[in-house]
């Protein structure tokens, strides 16, 4: 660790040092990772210098920039933290350029002065860099697509020790690879991506009262179909502990929450959504025009660290049946422990290929399930339990795979079931030959 310090710029901590808990511990509180040491990297060539040093040490290298998506498998490695990779440089023709550490908050305080727009995930306190190594699947992804297609360059340090700048002209197999692929081909330490001029949207959630959730969701399975892709929508059955922060029509009770973010005018958007407002009477009416920079509003999604269990699947349908299968098994009533069980609409333009063909596999899926419990004991195994036989419930309309951000951090049966068996052969493939030594096989490519 000594010879690391000397060729470093920004610090390295071991395991009781002062420093290293605080780095170590994740968004997620629940996942306890025990690494070797961290490196807080403060340059792109700091990652290059721990990578070098993790293969001449017979370490594994893990990456974390906010712990929001961090897998409990890096024990004894290396753990590059990137957080004081911080550049945000906002190009007001319409592109940006940020360090590995910077999180959509950041971007998008920066493009608001623009009127401008990146394509951020529900929370935006993720990172740029981890959200769009696995596809980035965000509110107006059915307008725009997933954060991935919209990239235009990356900086990154692949398993040899090299700095590359990655583009679809320069590295057409890790530009193919690092948009979709998690960090198994490298660790990205810039990324440059065009932003949408949208200085406005119509959006935000209507939150129905527990006798409305049948009737609610109900109408919601209907609606979807019915939309144009100008729309993205989600729904959440959502039983909320009474805490700061959450409000008190919401507190400690069973509601539903529909989300609906509209690319398009006011009227159209109102006009869109109305047969959802007369669904039933919504406790809370939280959907107006904004400013595009206040889209985390719309899910609302804790800021703070969090001990959460997850589980994610994708559906072929949301129809009649499926509303009634979904009812029963996690609907008022049938005491679900989750805290969360939401179901995302897909399609539209996620599902077209962009024209630089990405490992982003699965765009074909109709709907995303997510469920979200408090992973602490006594809790955990009633979460994890109910999950099970909710997604066996589910399992008539299951597509039979996930998106990378939702499940690569359950370890390499959650990141395997991400890809086609096509493209995971592929990215195995990559994988020999960009990381030699397999240092960044955690919880990734499966043994080679
Ligand atoms: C509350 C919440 C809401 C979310 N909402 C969405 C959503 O709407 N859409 C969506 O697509 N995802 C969503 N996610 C998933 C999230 O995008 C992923 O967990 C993502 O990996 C987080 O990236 P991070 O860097 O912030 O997290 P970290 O835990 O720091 O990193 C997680 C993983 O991302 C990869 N990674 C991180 N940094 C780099 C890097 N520099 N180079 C290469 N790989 C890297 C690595 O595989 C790493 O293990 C959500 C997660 C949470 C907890």
């Known amino acids: 660790m000594e010879t690391l310090r000397r060729h470093v710029s920004g610090s390295v901590f071991e395991p009781g040092e002062p420093g290293f808990a605080e780095l170590a511990t994740p968004w997620n509180v629940a996942v306890r990772t025990s690494p070797a040491a961290v490196v ?50 906002i190009n007001p023709e319409g592109w940006a350029r940020t360090g590995a550490g910077v999180t959509w908050k950041t971007v998008l305080a920066a493009t608001a002065a623009h009127g401008l727009a990146g394509l951020c995930g529900l929370a935006p306190n993720v990172s740029v860099a981890g959200y769009t190594s696995g596809g980035g ?38 530009f193919w690879g690092l948009r979709g692929g998690k960090s198994s081909l490298g660790i990205i330490t810039a990324t440059e991506f065009d932003l949408l001029q949208l200085p406005y949207i119509y959006a935000g959630a209507l939150f129905f009262d527990t006798g409305h959730v049948d009737a609610v969701t109900r109408a919601w399975a209907q609606w979807c179909p019915t939309l144009p892709a100008e729309a993205t929508t989600s729904l959440a059955l959502m039983q909320l502990p009474p805490m700061p922060g959450v409000p008190e029509p919401l507190a400690g009770k069973f509601t539903v929450a ?13 006009r869109w959504l109305a047969p959802m407002r007369s669904a039933g009477v919504p406790l809370i009416d ?4 904004m400013p595009s920079s206040m889209i985390g509003m719309v899910h609302s999604d804790p800021e703070d660290p969090l001990p959460a269990t997850e589980r994610s699947a994708l559906l072929t349908d949301f129809s009649t049946d499926t509303v009634e299968a979904l009812l029963q098994a996690a609907g008022p009533g049938t005491g679900s422990p989750q805290l969360a069980v939401e179901i995302r609409q897909l399609g539209g333009a996620l599902s077209q290929e962009p024209d630089v063909a990405s490992a982003l596999c699965h765009r074909d899926a109709a709907f995303g399930m997510h469920t979200v419990g408090v992973a602490a004991p006594p809790e955990l195994p009633a979460v994890a339990e109910h999950a099970t036989g ?6 008539a309309w299951q597509f039979g795979g996930t998106l990378p951000n939702f499940s690569a951090a359950q370890g390499p049966e959650g990141f395997t079931s991400s890809y086609t068996p096509q493209v995971l052969d592929r990215l195995t493939e990559l994988a020999g030959k960009y990381d030699p030594n397999a240092l960044f096989r955690l919880g990734q490519v499966p043994a080679r």
């Open 40 to 89: 807080a990297v403060s340059t792109a060539q700091d990652v290059a210098e721990a990578v070098l040093f993790a293969a001449a040490n017979g370490l594994l290298v893990a990456v974390q920039a906010t712990g929001h998506g961090i897998a409990s498998d890096h024990d004894g490695a290396l753990l590059i933290h990137t957080r004081a990779l911080e550049e945000c440089t």
């Open 137 to 174: 699947i965000g509110p107006m992804v059915r307008t725009f697509g997933a954060a991935s297609d919209r990239v235009r360059a990356f900086d990154a340090v692949t398993g040899d020790g090299r700095l590359r700048r990655v583009t679809a002209e320069s590295e057409p197999e890790l």
């Open 258 to 270: 529909l989300r609906f973010v509209f690319t398009g005018s006011e009227d159209d958007g109102a």
């Open 286 to 289: 939280a959907v107006a025009m």
């Open 390 to 395: 909710l997604h066996t419930a589910m399992n």
